[in-house]
Nanobody, 118 residues
């Protein structure tokens, strides 16, 4: 089993920045693809960003491209999501996920709330 714990959420004004962290423990593998997803109130969960094991392959949702940066530190078993130029529509619970493939995630964190005020 792999445990994922997100942190770094909070309340920020529009235009501000937040850095989310996701610490992995348990049967961790630096080979896992790590992803960030979010669920806004009344909406379905959506993909935000993903990074492969060595950072050579990174994908972003259109809504995140140019504003968010995903990175990972395998020595610390941690993945990050730097979020800049935040908008009220970025308000959501952000979830970290890990899996063997970018299209299939086997492990999920509990989520961290991000609220962007206008």
């Amino acid at each position: 089993q792999v445990q994922l714990v997100e942190s770094g959420g909070g309340v920020v004004q529009a235009g501000g920045s937040l850095r989310l962290s996701c610490a992995a423990s348990g049967r961790t593998s630096s080979r896992f693809v790590m992803g960030w997803f979010r669920r806004a109130p009344g909406k379905e969960r959506e993909f935000v960003a993903a990074i492969n094991w060595n950072g050579a392959s990174i994908r972003y949702a259109a809504s995140a491209k140019g504003r968010f940066i995903i990175s990972r530190d395998n020595a610390k078993n941690t993945v990050y999501l730097q979020m800049n130029s935040l908008k009220p529509e970025d308000t959501a619970v952000y979830y970290c996920a890990a899996g063997a493939d970018i299209t299939k995630y086997d492990y999920w964190g509990q989520g961290t709330q991000v609220t962007v005020s206008s």
